[in-house]
């Protein structure tokens, strides 16, 4: 029988039990990638020296989860993950509240924002991890604060209809002692609702008609004027950038710390 040193890179990995070589796929290091590592210079030293740390960190008595914490120090991914998870999950249900109150969603996402800074500080300190967090946690608070402020531009854009309405008569509130007009609207079905902003002197128009992009589910408050007045474009741009950093940030963190050890692993590391 050859010695464990002449064996080729086939037999040592078919001798791992199938739950490692699948781990080892996992992280790149499948046994196609073995294999051109041994046709390298000193190859087999450096593919019994990636079996012999997998073997030793695989073995570890400690609780770990396959595949989602690596070996031998790899950047784990299952915080990284929860993160994301519940970063996505707590932008979703502060948007979600602003069908029911409105531009006050934004305090709900401001509480559940410390669930996801708790979070964010559950992750491991890895290369990059204090950027990834202050990035996601910048990401997930625009997210909130500006989606809070126009979703229901966003809503009324994608779903509103352009009706004619008629003025209805205002009503007036003390605001910060300043007496404030509120513009109201009479939809074709009788009903009458304020507006989403007052754009207009309506003190005087009552009995007027208009144009208003209404929501034909009536979660949102009529705007007056067409759809392309509603504005708030910009701040979807905007929006929709911060919802791709939000998601990417953690994903680099697992991605360049698992290149950084695979390239250890290979002896590839600069």
Request: with cysteine; glycine share 10%; charged share 20%.
């Amino acid at each position: 029988m050859a010695s464990k040193d002449e064996r080729s890179v086939d037999e040592l990995f078919a001798e791992l039990p199938e739950k490692w070589q699948r781990s080892l796929e996992e992280v790149g290091l499948g046994l196609p990638e073995l294999r051109r590592i041994a046709a390298g210079p000193d190859g087999m030293r450096r593919v019994r020296t990636i079996l012999a740390e997998f073997s030793e960190a695989t073995a570890d008595p400690r609780p770990t989860r396959a595949g989602w914490t690596g070996y031998g120090g790899a950047t784990p991914v299952w915080p990284w993950a929860r993160l994301l998870l519940v970063a996505v999950v707590s932008v979703l249900v502060s948007l979600l509240s602003s069908l029911f109150i409105g531009k006050a969603s934004a305090f709900v996402g401001l509480v559940l924002g410390l669930l996801v800074i708790w979070v964010a500080f559950k992750t491991r300190d890895t290369r990059g991890a204090p950027v990834a967090r202050y990035v996601t946690a910048a990401a997930y608070l625009v997210l909130v604060l500006v989606g809070s402020y126009f979703a229901n531009a966003w809503y009324l854009q994608l779903r509103g209809a352009e009706q004619t309405v008629t003025f209805a008569t205002p009503t007036h509130q003390w605001t910060h002692g300043t007496r404030e007009t509120y513009c109201r609207v009479r939809l074709r079905d009788g009903s009458v609702h304020e507006v989403v902003e007052n754009k207009e002197n309506c003190a005087d128009r009552v009995g007027q008609t208009t144009t208003a992009v209404v929501d034909p589910a009536g979660h949102y408050q009529p705007s007056l004027g067409s759809k392309s007045e509603i504005g708030g474009v910009l701040e979807g741009y905007l929006c929709l950038g911060a919802a791709v950093v939000l998601v990417l940030a953690p994903m680099t963190v697992v991605f360049t710390g698992r290149r950084k050890r695979y390239d250890r692993a290979t002896g590839t590391a600069i």
